[in-house]
Nanobody, 122 residues
Framework: VQLQASGGGLAQAGGSLRLSCAAS????????VGWFRQAPGKEREFVAA????????NYADSVKGRFSISREYAKSTVLLQMNSLETEDTAVYYC????????????????WGQGTQVTVSS
């Protein structure tokens, strides 16, 4: 499956952005779709994941209550709604997909989209 991430940009602290991860080549089917982010000088970290088949969600503690991951069946797209943005959310965001069970470990994901930059200003 090929992944296309979009929706990044510039927002002020307290604002919102929505990221999209679209599948091409095949639908998400039984995949787990995750969002990760990487800030300069830091390791790639887990943000959120959703199991396409049953909708089970998982979030990093740092984004719980602020970010929401969801599915759009008709468009074979996974959305990441980011509210109450903080400057610490500034990073390149990546979507990724894997078969099997959910995990927060980046190198367990088999497919990756290109990154999309999110910048939050104070």
């Amino acid at each position: 499956v090929q992944l296309q991430a979009s929706g990044g940009g510039l927002a002020q602290a307290g604002g919102s952005l929505r990221l999209s991860c679209a599948a091409s080549g095949r639908t998400f089917g039984a995949y787990v779709v995750g969002w990760f982010r990487q800030a300069p000088g830091k390791e790639r970290e887990f943000v959120a994941a959703i199991s396409w088949s049953n909708g089970v969600r998982n979030y990093a503690d740092s984004v719980k209550g602020r970010f929401s991951i969801s599915r759009e069946y008709a468009k074979s797209t996974v959305l990441l709604q980011m509210n109450s943005l903080e400057t610490e959310d500034t990073a390149v965001y990546y979507c990724a997909a894997k078969t099997g069970v959910q995990t927060t470990v980046p190198n367990r994901y088999e497919y990756w989209g290109q990154g999309t930059q999110v910048t939050v200003s104070s």
